[in-house]
């Protein structure tokens, strides 16, 4: 084969117009690979490259490189290769629109801007908030457009993801509650969800006033519906419901100069770990929730200040708390979470206000800095080893530093959100889901509430001015959550969102359908694309037990059309993790993303960097710790992640390091 060097290949790209074609040279593992001769055969096998693991899409990058050397490719191939699915798949969408953007205020910026442009100088827009979500394989859509995948490779229909739950998601016990984790806390199950919330929210489409579809109902005929059936044996709803209301998620705009694709799905938030879910993620939500010296809105008794969107308020002194993230009151223990950030953040601002130079501004941001760091530290060191394995964590370099700065960010890196992750692998917390939520008070009484009572309602964190918070947060701390496996509590999987008609949802369902309406390949597609063993009959899943794989073939023809929601939740779990292979493949890359994308990664030296004392204070910060400084809670284990135990005693928060603010002296 010939070879040309970089320049001369982004020189013809820029002839035939195209701005955005990178080529690297640093793909050592397919050096020994021969080159096809043929044309068709060389896009081909560059095509599969760019979408395989280690050469990836991630960046949008296309590696082309050969014992070292760059393959010619000439002005068509270029081309070709640029028109390609894969290259405007993961690529050039997210340039094309908003080329324009400078980001010269931001090269020099301690602080992160509130959307996340111009985390990435390079592609400005990458992780930014309203941004394409992006993939590590293509989507497999019915058409190869739009269309959610509806058939099976027979040719027959896929079955309605509510059949499928019930068969997948449902306990031997009906009626009874799933099992218990042994170790796990209910406070992994809370973190997963509050940390997530930092991360993704998927906006569906609604009517023009901005409501929900009523897709059972009189919107059934809007393009965006998708409902899904429930058979009229159905052993929850027998008859009284045959269909439940589900809208697709909006589609990514065109995008101006580009050839329109196929559908593609937005993330409203930064996908950065930024305390988004605290602050907001634009600049008018920094403005709505800030309070003046720097602290953030709280009402007199340091709740959450009103003004957030409720479908609920079952007591009318309750009021219907704003944060940064408009989930805030999906469950009692997630609303719980918010408000002690909020408070966290105003503890801290009141240490750092001893500097008397600094504005309300350098005040404000500083500890938004410093409460990312937080998240992101706590969600590596102490999250991550609970739900990954060893191997993943060591494989994807996702341990931190004890010492000294990461030096690794690399802005090549594509830090957004990634599809399947959102829409499928994340959602296994959906499994950790407990059957009831409540108050644990300081004699160890306990008052419990079924969780479907409990949904979309604010009451137990506001109600009497917030007075039984550390009762709540008592109880998330010393219940165990559930366990990671394909059982889902009948508390969402029959009854979520229950109505007073007595209508409702079955998260489960709705899990698979939004991974169809998001074109996700299915299961064994990504198992290919992690590397492991591809099934081609039921009896081949290594890694799924006989008695699921008979499940699995009660409901799937054949065993290429399984959702990967459905053959993630239910593999066995890898040595030293809650998750079996794929999830732990797909989350292990999404955070390595996270980080090594992240300009503003709290490790990172630089502008935005920590000093050194500075960054020894947030390498010693707990969930604990934090929890001690902002709540009055009396005794907690250090490791806030698992049940108290014989290695996780209770110990006085007196016993917890304060969190200490001197390094910011100026
Ligand atoms: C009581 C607890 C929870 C409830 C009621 C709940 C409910 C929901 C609902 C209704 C959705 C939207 C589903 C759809 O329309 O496709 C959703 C999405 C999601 N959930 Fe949960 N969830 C809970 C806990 C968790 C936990 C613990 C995790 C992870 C550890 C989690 C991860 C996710 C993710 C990643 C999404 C997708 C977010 C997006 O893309 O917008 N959830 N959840």
């Known amino acids: 084969t010939d070879t040309v060097s970089v320049d001369d290949i982004v020189a013809q790209a820029i002839d035939n117009g195209y701005r955005y074609v990178r080529f690297e040279r640093t793909c050592p593992n397919i050096d020994d690979q021969v080159l096809p001769r043929d044309e068709k055969q060389l896009f081909t096998f560059i095509r599969k490259q760019t979408f395989s693991e280690g050469l990836t899409s991630d960046a949008g990058r296309l590696y082309i490189a050969i014992n070292k050397e760059l393959v010619k490719l000439s002005g068509k191939n270029i081309t070709q290769l640029v028109r390609s699915k894969a290259y405007r798949d993961s690529f050039a969408r997210q340039f094309c629109r908003r080329s324009s953007l400078r980001c010269s205020e931001f090269v020099r910026s301690p602080y992160r801007s509130a959307d996340g442009r111009c985390n ?94 009523k897709c059972c109902d009189e919107d059934a005929d809007h393009l965006d519906c998708l ?56 600049l008018l939500s920094h403005a709505l929730l800030n309070a003046p010296h720097g602290y953030l809105n709280t009402t007199k008794y340091n709740l959450l200040p009103p003004g957030g969107v409720c479908k609920t308020l079952s007591n009318d002194r309750d009021h219907c708390p704003i944060a940064g993230d408009e989930r805030v009151s999906e469950n009692p223990a997630l609303g719980g979470m918010h408000v002690l950030w909020v408070r966290l953040h105003n503890h801290i601002v009141r240490q750092l206000a001893k500097n008397k130079s600094w504005s309300s501004y350098k005040i404000f941001q500083e500890t938004r800095k410093i409460l990312g760091a937080m998240m992101q530290l706590i969600t590596y060191k102490h999250y991550l080893p609970k739900i990954l394995s060893p191997r993943t964590i060591a494989r994807r370099n996702l341990s931190l ?168 939740l239910s593999e066995l779990p890898e040595e030293g993790s809650v998750l079996g292979p794929v999830f732990n493949c797909l989350i292990g890359k999404q955070f390595r993303d996270l980080k090594f994308g992240d300009r503003y990664w709290f490790e990172n030296p630089g502008v935005g960097g920590f000093t050194p004392d500075q960054l020894k204070v947030i390498r010693s910060v707990t969930l604990a710790s934090v929890i001690c400084s902002v709540l009055d809670i009396g005794e907690i284990q250090r490791d806030a992640f698992e049940i108290q135990h014989k290695g996780n005693p209770l110990v006085s928060c007196k016993k917890i390091p304060k969190l200490n603010f001197e390094a910011w002296k100026k």
């Open 120 to 213: 990435n100088l390079l592609y400005p827009t990458l992780g930014s908030r309203g941004a394409t979500q992006s993939r590590y394989l293509p989507p497999k859509y019915e058409d190869g457009i739009t269309q959610p995948r509806n058939l099976s490779g027979t040719g027959k229909p896929l079955l309605s993801p509510r059949l499928i739950s019930n068969e997948m998601f449902q306990g031997p016990h009906p009626g009874k509650p799933t099992p218990k984790d042994r170790k796990l806390s209910l406070m992994t199950f809370t973190w997963g969800q509050f940390m997530i919330h930092d991360v993704v929210l998927t906006p569906v489409s609604t009517n023009e006033d901005g409501e929900e579809l």
């Open 227 to 282: 409902p899904i059936d429930i058979p009229p044996d159905d052993p929850h709803f027998r008859g009284r419901q045959n269909c439940m209301s589900f809208s697709r998620s909006i589609p990514a705009e065109s995008y101006d100069g580009c050839a329109p694709g196929h559908r593609e799905q937005v993330n409203r938030l930064t996908s950065f770990i930024d305390a988004g879910n605290v602050y907001g993620d634009s």
């Open 401 to 568: 530093k004890e010492h000294g700065y990461e030096t690794r960010y690399d802005q090549e890196i594509d830090p957004s959100v990634k599809n399947v992750v959102a829409a499928a692998a994340f959602r296994f917390g959906h499994s950790m889901i407990p059957p009831e939520l409540g108050y644990l008070f300081h004699d160890m009484t306990r008052r419990t509430f079924k969780l479907e009572d409990i949904l979309l309602d604010p009451h137990l964190v506001v109600t009497q001015r917030g007075v039984y918070l550390p009762d709540l947060i008592r109880f998330v701390l010393r219940n165990s959550s559930g366990l990671v496996d394909r059982e889902i509590e009948s508390a969402v999987r029959n009854n979520l969102f229950v109505d007073n008609q007595g209508l409702s949802f079955d998260l489960g369902a709705f899990n698979i359908q939004r991974g169809r309406d998001h074109g996700l390949p299915p299961y064994a597609d990504w198992r290919k694309h992690c590397g492991l063993s591809v099934p081609t009959t039921f009896e081949h899943l290594e890694d799924h037990d006989i008695h699921t794989r008979e499940k699995l073939s009660n409901v799937y023809e054949l065993v290429t059309d399984i959702d990967v929601f459905v053959g993630g």
